[in-house]
Each structure stands twice: as structure tokens, then as C-alpha cells.
């Protein structure tokens, strides 16, 4: 069973099976994206789970919050350059090259990214994660996995809500 299939059981939710143009955004964004984030957002389109962490998913065609979030990335470090450091050591990703890839934040300002690397295979990036203004510690699992272990797993310390919430929940985001 997909760790995908897993979230959507654990919060009881049917795949709407959204149609995604990921040759566009990935062109977009100058990458390819792990094979499980594209089944995430094919499931799940853009909502938000147990009312904590939004995942930055698409909702059809040719969007991609991933994308967006990226380049408002981008734009802020143009015009603040001092606020790079809260990136260090890995950067921001830029095409061809390494750096961070957003992919989730929470409500108390845990963010999640991939370390994205065009030199190695999507499906091996690591996630990494901090808490607001937090050291970035490295997780060497799937998006997906991660997200699991966030609304399911008391033992994910730093990162779990297991313990705050009875039942993991899904709202998806009117679009």
C-alpha cells in the first residue's frame, strides 16, 4: 500500500483523480517532481489536513501552488538578499542546480521541502524540515511519508500531531 493510500485511509477520503499537466509545471519549475507528491495531489488536489498543514498541491490543468511558492520565494530574496540565510546550508533551487523545494508548511510555521538536487533522481530527495526559524533536520523519506507520520505517528517527534488530534482529517479548498 502507497503511503498515499494510507493518508487517504487514515482520513477517509476517495482520490478525486485530479488532471494535472505536470509536463508544464515541471518545465515551470525547471524539474521533474517525486512520483508520490504527483499521486498526493492527484488524490487529494490543494486542501488542508487536520486543519494544521497545507500541502502547496494543484488543482488541475497546468497550476501548481509548488511552483508559486517558489518563485514568492525567489522574489522575496530579491528584494531582502539577508533573508538567504534562513536557507542555508542548502539555497533555494534554482534549475540545473540544488536547493529547497517547498512543499507543505503548518499553521505554527513548520516548513517542509525537499532537498532537490537535478543531479539525482526525484524519488531520492530527502525531505528536510525545521520549526519556525529552526536548524533544517533532514529526513530521508518521501513527502508522502512524511505527511503520514505528521497526522499518525506519536513517535515523529518534533514534527507529529498524532497526540492532538483523534482522527486525521482532509478539507480539500474550494477551486
Known amino acids: 500500500m502507497s503511503w498515499v493510500s494510507r493518508i487517504a485511509d487514515a482520513v477517509e477520503w476517495w482520490s478525486i483523480d485530479v488532471d494535472i499537466a505536470w509536463e508544464v ?5 525547471g524539474t521533474a517532481l517525486p512520483a508520490d507528491y504527483k499521486e498526493l495531489c492527484r ?7 487536520s486543519e494544521y498543514l497545507h500541502v502547496y ?22 528584494k531582502y538578499p539577508l533573508t538567504r540565510d534562513s536557507f542555508d546550508p542548502y539555497g533555494l533551487y534554482r534549475p540545473g542546480g540544488a536547493g529547497l523545494i517547498p512543499w507543505a508548511m503548518s499553521v505554527t ?13 526525484p524519488e ?11 536548524p533544517w533536520q533532514c529526513l530521508p523519506i518521501s513527502a508522502s511519508e512524511c505527511l503520514f507520520r505528521v497526522l499518525t505517528d506519536v513517535t515523529f517527534e518534533d514534527f507529529t500531531i498524532a497526540h492532538l488530534v483523534e482522527r486525521p482529517s482532509f478539507t480539500p479548498y474550494a477551486s
Open 25 to 29: 509545471i515541471e518545465a515551470r519549475l
Open 43 to 49: 488524490c487529494f488536489g490543494a486542501g488542508e489536513f
Open 57 to 78: 498541491g494543484a488543482t488541475g490543468g497546468a497550476d501548481s501552488q509548488v511552483v508559486d511558492k517558489l518563485a514568492s520565494l525567489w522574489r522575496t530574496l530579491e
Open 109 to 121: 510555521a513548520v516548513e517542509f521541502c525537499w532537498a532537490a538536487d537535478a543531479e539525482v533522481p
Open 124 to 134: 531520492d530527495w530527502p525531505v528536510v524540515a525545521r520549526e519556525e526559524d529552526g
